[in-house]
């Protein structure tokens, strides 16, 4: 990869990260006594929907952490599974990947076998 390539990929999980942290700051709600069970059940419900979402926001920041982290080694863009470079086509549209397209093809699929 080259330096630019890099610094691309560096300046892209850095705008994630940001991202999601103005996210988190905005998804917060407070659960209410209400007198009405539905509206009690919606507040519920969105009050789940809200944790499901932070939980998800929390992993994409620890993904994109890592991918940072790993950038500054020479382990980035290297798979994970089979020790073959990742793409550059693919850690532009995902910096934060560490399979390759056939290991992660192999992963989704529930197979655990090495790609060649």
Known sequence: MTR???REIRSHLIQGLHSINGQ??????VLENCPDDTDFAAQLAQHGLNVAMQRRHVTRIRELEAALKRL????????????????VARLKANPSARLCVACQSAEEDGLSRRCA
């Open 4 to 6: 630019n390539q890099i």
């Open 24 to 29: 988190l700051d905005s998804g917060s709600t």
């Open 72 to 87: 500054s080694h020479s382990d980035y863009g290297i798979c994970e599974e089979c020790g073959e470079e990742i793409g």
